[in-house]
């Protein structure tokens, strides 16, 4: 895809995702989720975030994002504290610790204007500003500032979609998005997992995943990792070493986000398996951000 086409891909989503965001943030701030309640999903012998954690972690990112992009757009050098991706389990300790005492409505209100930021400024980009680096060590390689937009998107998008939506008794963001900006959105998963990769778990690891999604939105993807790192690809490749199949892009998006387990998924024919199954069992390690 070229840039100018991409550029204008990334305004739309972010137009719309800004929206379905408002009308989000809307919903949170009507409902009867008393402050600090926990997530009414949330199992007690697990160690998943509250519902408030969880917003003030979207919310950081948000605004971290949407820093990397001001900041590398005026010509200096981005510089986050963290160093090194092993910090990032740290990092997000100390942003949501930070963020503790902050009300529903002041975290909303910041995650919608990072977003506002973050909409307003692609509109002023050239398609040769997509190129530019960005030094955001969460990630195995530097990011381009596309790529940058693209985490912005899919951060709340997919990867915390459901995790947000679930105290206030929503369903996943994902559910509302017209079948482009889920196709978009299912893409920049993939970009995702080839990004947060560890090539140090991986070692000398050389096998492809095909990803054959179902439904609207759906379509044909490809993970392939390597000693040096991992790629993704918009079309399945030949002999690939695993082959996962979903029903649809809401079966994907709740495998891929630990809404619903592998076997269950299974059992109910929303995912199909084959191949090394050893490599599939690996996957949350190999692919986990932290």
């Not at 100018?4 to 137009?15: G, N, V």
């Not at 991706?85 to 503790?100: F, G």
């Amino acid at each position: 895809m070229d840039n100018e086409s991409r550029l204008s891909i990334i305004i739309q989503d972010c137009e719309e995702m800004s929206h379905i965001l408002a009308e989000f943030c809307d919903t949170v701030l009507a409902s009867e989720l008393a402050e600090g309640q926990q997530d009414r999903t949330r199992r007690k012998e697990s160690k998943e975030w509250t519902f408030h954690q969880t917003l003030a972690h979207v919310t950081a990112a948000a605004e971290f994002y949407q820093q990397a992009l001001e900041t590398t757009l005026s010509g200096a050098i981005f510089s986050p504290r963290m160093q090194q991706r092993s910090d990032l389990s740290s990092i997000n300790e100390h942003e949501i610790a930070a963020r503790q005492h902050m009300t529903r409505r002041a975290l909303t209100q910041d995650l919608l204007r990072a977003f506002k930021h973050t909409t307003q400024r692609v509109q002023t980009l050239t398609p040769e500003a997509l190129t530019q680096q960005v030094n955001v060590p969460l990630f195995n390689r530097p990011l381009t500032i596309a790529e940058v937009l693209d985490m912005q998107l899919v951060h709340p998008g997919i990867l915390h979609a459901a995790q947000l939506t679930n105290a206030v008794g929503m369903k996943p963001l994902w559910v509302h998005y017209t079948p482009e900006l889920m196709h978009h959105q299912i893409t920049r998963l993939f970009q995702t997992m080839a990004l947060v990769y560890w090539p140090e778990r991986g070692g000398d690891l050389q096998a492809s995943i095909n990803f054959v999604i179902g439904g609207v939105g759906g379509g044909r993807w490809s993970l392939t990792i390597q000693p040096s790192g991992a790629y993704y690809s918009e079309q399945t490749v030949r002999h690939a070493a695993l082959t996962i199949r979903a029903r649809n892009t809401h079966a994907l998006c709740q495998f891929v986000t630990n809404q619903e387990s592998t076997l269950s998924a299974l059992w109910k024919g929303k995912l199909l398996i084959w191949g090394d199954m050893r490599l599939g069992l690996k996957l949350s390690w190999l692919f986990s951000p932290t």
